[in-house]
């Protein structure tokens, strides 16, 4: 199984609301930064929002300018799971959302996704009326 798997998305309109999930496996995810990141069409792969290890960190998250107020980042220990409730959506918010995991030293907010090691497969998030 990979270890890390998303679920949630889906085509909504404008306004709308949908639930981001990522399952883990093979690790806990609260020994791990975790981050979500999109890709549109034409355009890099670009942070959204973090959340820090509980275990090795101090579990604070992070979320980029356009989202921040309408997205909420949190893991459930219990189910191995991170989550992203992403809401008001707006066409620009169209993408693959990815979510990743790594051990990093520095609060998450601090590194790109170059610098994580492990992936999911993506989930499509479309806005549109």
């Known amino acids: 199984q990979a270890p890390l798997v998303e679920s949630g998305g889906g085509q909504v309109q404008p306004g709308g609301s949908l639930r981001l999930s990522c399952a883990a496996s093979?690790?806990?995810?609260?020994?791990?930064?975790i981050a979500w990141f999109r890709q549109a069409p034409g355009k890099e792969r670009g942070g959204v929002s973090c959340?820090?290890?509980?275990?090795?960190?101090?579990?604070?998250?992070w979320y980029a300018d356009p989202v921040n107020g309408r997205f909420t980042i949190s893991r459930d220990t219990a189910q191995n799971t991170a989550y992203l409730p992403i809401n008001i959506l707006n066409p620009e918010d169209t993408a693959v959302y990815y979510c990743a995991s790594e051990h990093f030293t520095l609060s998450c907010k601090n590194y790109r996704a170059h610098e994580y090691g492990t992936w999911g497969q993506g989930t499509q998030v479309t806005v549109s009326s």
């Open positions: 093979g690790f806990r995810t609260n020994s791990y930064h």
């Open positions: 959340i820090n290890s509980d275990t090795r960190g101090d579990g604070a998250s």
